[in-house]
């Protein structure tokens, strides 16, 4: 058997939608930037799918702009916030993605922004009161947090967030890369002012991201050298993506409780299983709270072991595919610095388990056996 308990890392692509994509690899390959029929072909279906992206945020149209997936919508929100308005602090957490924080530590360096860091609880709860503090302290400031961490699992709440930074006349930028397909986002509901998605995460395909923009914000691009995107976002636009990311968030937004019942009940099956079957056992951070996390992901802390450094490769061999967090930067052999903010045990190996609607309970079954085995010997 084969075992795949990485989505978190990227999802397989759902097969209805590489239909929709198909015909905009092979029959429709205009220029949506060209004026004749094949070009106006292309672009009505990327103005279809903005349409179809931004009802299901419930935003306009207008406030959605595609991009080459969620690093790069981040990247965005944070340059051009930063600098288009003027923003001269900035306040995050050590637990975001590198996405956000290393833009954040670049404006830093160069002296454009000072940056503040939330504190947090050694389970990874952010300190609220700490932003209020931080923003009384420092009027007209970028805020970016996250809402679900991608390597514990942790959820944050951004609708108290946005609030608070309501209150204060923030900027609020939340990376939704993990949520979004998996969690309902209205962003009338919401106070943000920036939210991203990226596609292949909701079964989508690679390389193709959006950002939601809230209207009257405006800030200079972060690509130049075209018009594309109402001048937001330059370069063709990748339109088989473009139309795959909007097929692929439509349906997972439509089978979202059904996804949701399935994929909690394989993650506590797979916590009761590693619970009874290793001794020692810890989940990291919200990880096994199942109202305080991610119920796609579990961040799973195993016992010392001579087999710690090898653990990851040993479940590869035993066609169990998972990470030991973010995919961005296992290649970096930087460790975590997630877990490492944390101060969680160095000697303790950690394995994260990410599901999808693809998993099944013999899946389950059969990581959680392979996991138990390496550690009873």
Known sequence: MHAYFDNAATTPLDPEVLDAMLPYLAQHFGNPSSLHGPGRQVRSAIEQARKSVATLVNAAPSEISFTSGGTEADNYAIFGSVRSLGLKHAITSPLEHHAVLHPLQALAKSGETSLSYLRHDTQGRLDLAHLEELLA????????????????????????????????????????????????????????????????????????????????????????????????RSGTENVYGIVGLAKALEIACHGMAEHRQHIQSLKDRLIGQLAAGIADVQFNGLSAEADQSLYTVLSVSLPPSSISEMLLFSLDINKVAASGGSACTSGAQLGSHVLEALGTATDRPTVRLSMSKLNTEAEVDYAAAQLIKLYQK
């Open 137 to 232: 302290a420092h009027p007209r400031t970028f805020v970016s947090i996250m809402h679900g961490n991608n390597e514990l699992g942790n959820l944050n709440d951004i609708k108290q967030i946005g609030e608070i930074c309501a209150r204060h006349d923030a900027v609020f930028h939340t990376d939704t890369v993990q949520t979004m397909g998996h969690y309902k986002h209205d962003v009338q509901e919401l106070s943000n002012h920036f939210l991203v998605g990226s596609a292949h995460k909701f079964h989508g395909p690679k390389g193709v991201g959006f950002l939601y923009r809230r209207g009257g914000v405006e800030v200079a691009p972060l690509i130049h050298g075209g018009s594309q995107e109402r001048n937001i």
